[in-house]
């Protein structure tokens, strides 16, 4: 399928585990060679999977994707508190889970789900009085988020390995899958923490259908060779 990047495209990416969002934003811009090149949903750099990338006119869509409902798998560390809600800080308390049963993880999980008032990570990038939070939290400054109202469709636990619980979570936008573990382990009485995020779907976007950064780096060396083999 040829792509027409100038005018518009809307590209499903792999997020490579590390990179900002806009890290793969800055990639596809250099790459592609057009200016006119937004996201539709940030991830956080430990985090992987679907990133949409919208380029040309279907920029005016970037709202429009990211408004629709969200699906994530990924690995929450019960007995293990982070003050980012994830592996980006050092856990700096640890409590025994061992106690726990299949039955009441289950259990506590589904007290999530519906609509639920939410209060974001302060190692994210709401603003608060003009900074982001993230920013505040790393200098060490007192940072008060409030909740958000927030839609939990699904809340499933799919495994668990000792203190590892595999999940799928259906939500809307605006959640926050760090917030929701660290939720959870307080919920349990042990803590918790992210440990492994990936987003598998948005709307009717899946991870399956994706591409990744080489294919977009290979799709445009090819454009170029066409275009040069064509006009000598």
Known sequence: MPYDFAAGEILLLNKPLDWTSF????????????????????????????LILCTGKYTKR?????????????????GESTPSYDRE????????????????IKAAAQTFVGTIEQIPPIYSAVQVDGKR???????????????????????????????????????????????????????????GHLSKLERTRIGEYKLADALTIEDIVEIRRKQLEDANGSNP
């Open 23 to 50: 890290d793969v934003v800055k990639k596809v811009r250099n790459t592609i060679r057009v200016k006119k090149v937004g996201h539709a949903g940030t991830l956080d750099p430990l985090a992987t999977g679907l």
């Open 62 to 78: 970037i709202d429009e994707i990211q408004g629709q409902e969200k699906e994530y798998t990924g690995i929450i560390r019960l």
């Open 89 to 104: 800080t050092e856990v700096t308390e640890t409590r025994d889970s061992s106690h726990l049963t299949e039955a009441e």
């Open 133 to 191: 939070a993230y920013d505040l939290a790393r200098k060490g400054k007192a940072v008060e988020l409030k909740p958000r109202t927030i839609t939990i469709d699904a809340f499933d636990i799919t495994s668990i390995n000792g203190p590892e619980v595999a999940f799928r979570v259906v939500c809307s936008k605006g959640t926050y899958i760090r917030s929701l573990a660290h939720d959870l382990g307080e919920k349990l009485g042990v803590g």
